[in-house]
T-cell receptor
Framework: DTAVSQTPKYLVTQMGNDKSIKCEQNLGHDTMYWYKQDSKKFLKIMFSYNNKELIINETVPNRFSPKSPDKAHLNLHINSLELGDSAVYFC?????FGPGTRLTVL | GNSVTQMEGPVTLSEEAFLTINCTYTATGYPSLFWYVQYPGEGLQLLLKATKADDKGSNKGFEATYRKETTSFHLEKGSVQVSDSAVYFCALSPTGAGGTSYGKLTFGQGTILTVHP
């Protein structure tokens, strides 16, 4: 049983496109997060949702829009992708992390 | 604001050597402290945690003690294996009521560990 799952695992796309990453947790936690890991492995919080409500937005560009249809899901939609968006994106539920989505923008 | 500082890497050791990765933090209140491990090509796994001063977290031969007086949470292992090669992250989080809920994680910059046979 996967606790936190993300899809897709890899995402390669052109600049300017719009893409989404899905995240689901079966741990029953109320709070979910998105973190970004850059090319130097540095991890930084992007968003936090508690029971479908946004509680943290760490100065992320508004091209990034999280959506939580229910407390088990927190999806990340990115508009007008830029080269600098290339990174690994991790979804987390409390202290449990998903496997990550490696996004490459060409 | 909260911050975490880890020793600069990379760290290269021979199998069975002793490992220490230093971690210090700055935080308001009484945070919980964590070590995460990221194996090549994989996600983050929680390695161990401590939620109050003088707590010792331990797992898989690794241990770390929450030292409030020195604001430190150094990771140690007595005898490393090749399979321990990974990136190690120190992190902190606010601790919720009852000590069982946590807030967002603030990470250190990560330390790459390579263990040679």
């Amino acid at each position: 049983d996967t606790a936190v799952s993300q899809t897709p695992k890899y995402l390669v796309t052109q600049m300017g496109n719009d893409k989404s990453i899905k995240c689901e947790q079966n741990l029953g936690h109320d709070t979910m997060y998105w973190y970004k890991q850059d090319s130097k492995k540095f991890l930084k919080i992007m968003f936090s949702y508690n029971n479908k409500e946004l509680i943290i937005n760490e100065t992320v560009p508004n091209r990034f829009s999280p959506k939580s249809p229910d407390k088990a899901h927190l999806n990340l939609h990115i508009n007008s992708l830029e080269l600098g968006d290339s990174a690994v994106y991790f979804c987390a539920s409390s202290l449990n992390f998903g496997p990550g989505t490696r996004l490459t923008v060409l | 604001g909260n911050s975490v500082t880890q020793m600069e890497g990379p760290v290269t050791l021979s199998e069975e050597a002793f490992l220490t990765i230093n971690c210090t933090y700055t935080a308001t209140g009484y945070p919980s402290l964590f070590w995460y491990v990221q194996y090549p090509g994989e996600g983050l796994q929680l390695l161990l945690k401590a939620t109050k001063a003088d707590d010792k977290g331990s797992n898989k031969g690794f241990e770390a003690t929450y030292r409030k007086e020195t604001t430190s949470f150094h990771l140690e292992k007595g005898s490393v294996q090749v399979s321990d090669s990974a990136v190690y992250f120190c992190a902190l989080s606010p601790t919720g009521a009852g000590g069982t809920s946590y807030g967002k994680l603030t990470f250190g910059q990560g330390t790459i560990l390579t263990v040679h046979p």
